[in-house]
């Protein structure tokens, strides 16, 4: 028993570094775009079928049909901006996130017709590590410093470069960044291609782990939510501790309980930070 | 009015076709769905966690009927305050805490999928995925069970009827002045004396009542639970998409926003449905986002807000 809740703490922690990205995300479309992207996950969906249609059915190596991918979701992201974002910036902000909802169902059925409801992986097998009692998929592992790495990278970009710069500047602040040159409806651009392109590398460190399906996303999405609100909107650092957090709790309940139950942990630890701690762990609560 | 009633009434008769009959009885039942929800919603108070009434009233009803036989009469108004009391728990936490706006929206969503995932959890009672159906007793009218359609039609009639005049009463009651005023500014309210949690609790337990009979209504015509279907996100944001594309401002916003729903999904069904599947549902998908695009106010506030202005024009 104590094994399997170590081997599932370890698990979670390496999921929590993906989730992280996958937050990060969410996160940063939250924060600069001020929208709330009720679609992330059915991207990552579609860019894990991308993937999968790419080595699997037309026979392109890995490595290549990855990088396609990224670049085929960054584009997404900045279509979606282009044809639902950008008229409805000025709208309600329920109008947003039902658009944001009907693409849901575009997505999903779109996978439907094309692939099918049947569960598609790709065969690539890692070996699985044993240390000692512990078993770690090396799969999760590579998944885990990929994401970290790609983290990294990240937070260099959005420290070091005059676009990272302008984005941040754009999410403290969108009227003031105007004043200081900054055109921020490109930065919204350039922050869901960028976001897009995030959600193509989550699912590229996802296919050695998961199999696919068109339902696959939603899940995705709710666990972004719950980490991001949980390390405080728009925090990107808290919303990386939480990710950890979030990874850990779920995979150790679901070892004690059902995956049901270990849901509805998350979803009351979400509910309870909100009523409690809307600000998040990490935040300071603005007046 | 008095002609939209008479129509409504003798509809059924002109048309004499079980399937047109059968649209009208969804498009009734999902009306006063829709327009329970925008009790609130139009005040502000986004909920996107409906889902969670409605499958706490249907479940509660039927599971309350098929185990101990109680009638589903009396199961709607169980039901109905069970998924009230939920309701003002829920409620009161967060207007207690001021959760509103995004943040209560976020909420509630999380709460409708927590309410699908325990009757998924709770399997061996509720059937969990797979749902389960209400037991048949053909006709029984005392149990709300009806063989021919017709009787649904004027039942849901009547309830749509009721939810229309309880958004009259709330209309004329004091709660209608004091929710404006804390949808304006909730702080400059509260600065007056407004009592918010009060106000806010009294219209959202209404809400979810009426949403938990509206659950029961649903769960008794097609005499099958399932908990995607009553529950969870799905459902909880398919509500407010037929009252805000019906115009949530207006009384008979969220009716005409279900009638336009219910039947593009109907006619999507029917041309394309059989032969792509899949393909239907990207449509209705893509209906949705346009039709949100270019009408914000929904369909009947876009057309009320034109024949206004040409009136004020002249």
């Known amino acids: ?287 | 009015m008095l002609v939209v009633f008479v129509l409504l009434a003798i509809l059924p008769l002109l048309t004499r076709s079980d399937y047109v009959t059968h649209i009208l009885i969804l498009i009734l039942i999902w009306s006063f769905i829709s327009t329970a929800w925008a009790y609130m919603g139009r005040f502000g108070i986004v909920s996107l966690g409906h889902g969670a009434f409605l499958g706490i009233g249907a479940y509660v009803s039927s599971l309350l009927f098929n185990y101990y036989g109680i009638s589903p009469w009396l199961g709607m108004i169980i039901g109905g305050i069970a998924a009230a009391l939920f309701a003002g728990i829920l409620g009161y936490a967060c207007f207690r805490f001021g959760v509103i706006g995004d943040y209560f929206a976020l909420v509630t969503l999380a709460v409708g999928e927590m309410v699908a995932l325990l009757i998924i959890a709770f399997r061996e009672v509720t059937g969990g995925s797979l749902g389960f159906t209400i037991r048949n007793l053909n006709n029984a009218p005392l149990y709300f069970q009806f063989t021919n359609k017709i009787w649904f039609y004027y039942i849901s009639l009547i309830f749509l009827l009721i939810a229309l005049y309880v958004w009259k009463a709330i209309d004329r009651s004091r709660m209608q002045k004091a929710l404006r005023a804390i949808g304006e500014d909730e702080i400059a309210a509260s600065c007056l004396g407004v009592r918010i949690v009060y106000y806010k609790l009294m219209v959202t337990v209404i809400s979810a009542f009426m949403t938990a009979v509206g659950g029961v209504l649903y769960a008794q015509y097609v005499t099958y639970l399932n908990p995607h279907t009553l529950s969870g996100v799905g459902i909880s944001l398919a509500i407010p998409f037929k009252a805000i594309l019906g115009g949530m401002f207006d009384l008979w916003g969220p009716t005409i926003g279900t009638a336009l729903i219910v039947s593009l999904e109907e006619y999507i069904r029917i041309a394309y449905g059989t032969k792509y599947i899949g393909i239907s549902e990207m449509a209705y998908g893509l209906a949705l986002i346009v039709l949100i695009i270019f009408l914000p106010k929904g369909l009947y506030g876009t057309i009320r807000e034109k024949v206004e202005g040409r009136r004020a024009y002249l």
Request: a neutral charge.
């Open chain 1, 1 to 287: 028993m104590v094994e399997q809740v170590l081997n599932a703490a370890v698990n979670g922690l390496l999921l929590g570094g993906v989730l992280a990205l996958l937050a990060f995300g969410l996160n940063l479309i939250f924060g600069v775009v001020k929208i709330i992207h009720m679609a992330y996950g059915q991207f990552v969906m579609l860019g894990f079928y991308l993937i999968y249609a790419l080595t699997v059915q037309l026979h392109v190596p890995l490595l290549i049909s990855c990088i396609i991918a990224v670049a085929a979701m960054g584009a997404l992201g900045v279509v979606t901006q282009y044809l639902l974002i950008d008229p409805l910036l000025n709208a309600p902000r329920l109008n947003q996130l039902l658009a944001l909802a009907g693409l849901i169902i575009i997505f999903e059925n779109l996978a439907m017709v094309i692939w099918g409801a049947d569960y598609r992986g790709i065969p690539i097998h890692f070996p699985i590590l044993n240390f000692g009692s512990l078993y770690l998929r090396s799969s999760c592992l590579f998944a885990f410093f990929g994401a970290l790495a790609t983290l990294a990278l990240l937070y260099v970009f959005l420290h070091k470069t005059y676009l990272g710069l302008a984005i941040r500047a754009v999410a403290q602040d969108a009227e003031v960044a105007q004043t200081m040159g900054i055109n921020s409806r490109t930065i919204y651009f350039v922050t869901m291609g960028a976001g897009g392109a995030l959600t193509g590398i989550v699912a590229a460190f996802f296919t050695p782990i998961y199999t696919v399906h068109p339902h696959f996303g939603s899940s995705f999405t709710i666990m972004a939510f719950i980490i991001v609100v949980l390390g405080g909107m728009g925090n990107l650092l808290g919303g990386f501790i939480s990710a950890f957090i979030i990874g850990i709790v779920t995979s150790i309940s679901a070892v004690l309980t059902t995956t049901e139950i270990a849901d509805i942990i998350a979803l009351l630890i979400f509910v309870l930070v909100m009523l409690v701690r809307p600000q998040g762990i990490l935040g300071t609560r603005v007046a």
